[in-house]
């Protein structure tokens, strides 16, 4: 009982930092970072599912997200809909491209998933500069209203700020719900041996579909929330390098986590806005780091795979198990 | 697992990869409570035989039926509910999962069910491999090849099948463990489960079969009561390696 409450004493105390946050900080920037960590939550645990749990490679998720953010800007500003009929637009045209995606995942594997993946993206990232009526090609599509049901405006950074905080708070609650139950270990045999997950009965093709179709999901309500967040969409936001990112922020977390994922993502998307959370930050280190962002990626990546493969959940489970506590 | 084994007829089957046929037109019977075996050398079309049965790979001709009930291009797991359970080549374990998440999965057709007949499910194959029960806790990976192949067997059982398929269960044992594998298959055949099981090891598959067939190129060349094809010249011969009989040859 005791260690029960213990247990969710971090998530409480966190939960009402983050609630709090805007009582306590009067940043606007600050603010619009920690934004950014909540949307990239989003993405990031609907690609644990995907990646961490259900072992199946995803290079087009960046696709996904920008499927969700045109979406939802094309309904709000060409069509002038309200911003929930933009969300739901942004929910049924990923799940669409989801169900497509899964159906090259039914018969590809590991790298070969990977490639498939990797020309969707692509496909998708030339089809949002050429779509020009719908995205306004290399442009953009700009002015996105902020998000509001009926008079009641989410305008930055305060209303953005808590909308995408619930949002990952949401994210995290149906993900959760997901791995401890059936389809949870379903997914896991699905990574463990696919013939063996077979063997068990479990429905491989179904799972894969849905998998993918939720993971493709939650990138495009992602995609949504960061469209009336920043106001504007260009095609160079959803490109090879975001779905890479991504990708990082998965592996870092580590597989069969999504706590690990969580951190990861937190770690990866403050990086290049260091100066938000450091205060005395001089611009030159800030441009540096912005600068080597890339190659700071790619090195924490060699080093955790190099020095600790279990990535954050890798990390958290061993401090646990050193402290007594079985995971 | 006191359910009554069921039936299990092929009749003409016939399925391969791509343009590639392996199965010619098989023609197998598995009666209620019966082990039954298939030999025949590598490449002869065993394991498709047990993969196109559950569905892995999809029969080009012919059917499949299990009590009358047609499984024929069915999916592995309607193969499953129906109670056709297969213990694949290579055991296919969940290595990072523990033993008793390996044998959780296998329950997972049955998940409706319960807790309570879940733990019944597990007592129940822990007393047909006790060690399983030592090592529950353990992760797949980091038990011996002999452990593994009891754990895919217990893994299978979990779903409570009333045919079961092995493929190859000896394959990379020591003969004692080996022993103890085949020993339990024995009990499980006396409790009524009815099981096909595709050997190499043909002598030893004979010695624990009630009957047997032989398989060349995708084809059934012989089939008989395990004593009968023992006692096959040709059978000596070609899979048991032994020459009696006929002395002129030499």
């Known amino acids: 009982m005791r260690r029960g409450v213990l247990k969710f004493a971090p998530l409480a105390i966190g939960s009402l930092v983050v609630a709090c946050m805007p009582l306590l900080v009067d940043d606007r920037y600050l603010l619009k970072v920690l934004s950014f960590v909540a949307i990239n939550v989003v993405i990031v645990t609907g690609l644990a599912l995907l990646f961490g749990y259900a072992g199946q490679i995803s290079l087009g998720h960046a696709a996904f997200y920008g499927i969700g953010a045109y979406a939802s800007g094309y309904a709000t500003t060409t069509l002038g809909l309200p911003w929930i009929v933009g969300l739901i637009a942004a929910i049924l045209l990923s799940a669409l491209g989801g169900v497509l995606l899964a159906l090259p995942s039914l018969r590809l594997k590991g790298h070969y998933l990977a490639m498939a993946t990797l020309g969707f993206g692509e496909i998708m990232r030339i089809a949002f500069v050429e779509a020009q009526p719908i995205t306004g090609g290399p442009d953009g599509l700009g002015s996105i209203p902020y998000p509001s049901i009926g008079s009641f405006e989410m305008s930055a950074p305060v209303g953005t700020y808590l909308l995408a905080w619930g949002a990952a708070g949401l994210t995290l609650l149906l993900a959760t719900n997901i791995v401890r139950q059936r389809p949870g270990r379903a997914m896991r045999a699905l990574h463990g041996s696919e013939l063996g997950a077979m063997a068990c009965g479990i429905d491989i093709v179904g799972l894969k579909v849905r998998v993918f179709t939720v993971s493709a999901v939650l990138a495009g309500v992602a995609g949504s929330l960061y469209a009336h967040l920043v106001g504007f969409v260009s095609p160079s936001t959803f490109s090879l390098h975001f779905s890479v990112i991504l990708i990082a922020m998965a592996v870092l977390g580590g597989s069969g986590s999504l706590a690990g994922p969580f951190v990861a993502t937190a770690l990866l998307t403050l990086l290049p806005f260091a100066d938000a959370i450091i205060p005395g930050l001089s611009r030159d280190a800030l441009a540096l780091i912005q600068d080597w962002e890339a190659d700071v990626y790619g090195l924490i990546i060699i080093l955790v795979m190099l020095f600790a493969p279990g990535g954050v959940a890798g990390m958290l489970r061993r401090r646990r198990r050193g402290a007594g506590v079985r995971p | ?250």
């Open chain 2, 1 to 250: 697992m006191s359910e009554r084994g069921a039936s299990l007829r092929v009749k003409g089957l016939e399925s391969g990869y791509g343009r590639v046929n392996v199965l010619r037109g098989i023609d197998i019977e598995v009666h209620s409570g019966e082990l039954v075996t298939v030999i025949g050398s590598n490449g002869a079309g065993k394991s498709t035989l047990l993969k196109t049965i559950v569905g892995f790979v999809t029969a080009t001709a012919g059917s499949v039926s299990v009590d009358d009930r047609d499984l024929t291009r069915t999916t592995p797991e309607r193969a499953v509910g129906i109670g056709v359970s297969l213990v694949p080549e290579g055991r296919m374990l969940f290595g990072p999962m523990s033993v008793r998440e390996n044998l959780v999965l296998g329950a997972y057709s049955k998940s409706g069910r319960g807790e309570a007949s879940l733990a019944q499910d597990l007592e129940r194959v822990y007393s047909l491999f006790p060690v399983l029960e030592e090592r529950a806790g353990q992760s797949a990976e980091t038990l011996s090849g002999g452990e593994q192949q009891m754990l895919a067997v217990a893994r299978a059982l979990m779903s409570k099948p009333r045919v079961l398929l092995l493929d190859e269960p000896s394959l990379g044992l020591a003969p004692k463990v080996i022993a103890e594998i085949f020993h339990t298959l024995d009990a499980l055949r006396a409790e009524g489960l009815s099981i096909l099981l595709v050997e190499q090891d043909a002598k030893l598959a004979l010695k624990h079969a009630d009957r047997g067939y032989v398989m060349r190129t995708g084809e059934i060349v012989l089939s008989g009561t395990a004593d009968d094809l023992l006692a096959d010249d040709d059978v000596r011969l070609i899979y048991l390696g032994k020459w009696h009989g006929k002395d002129d040859v030499r």
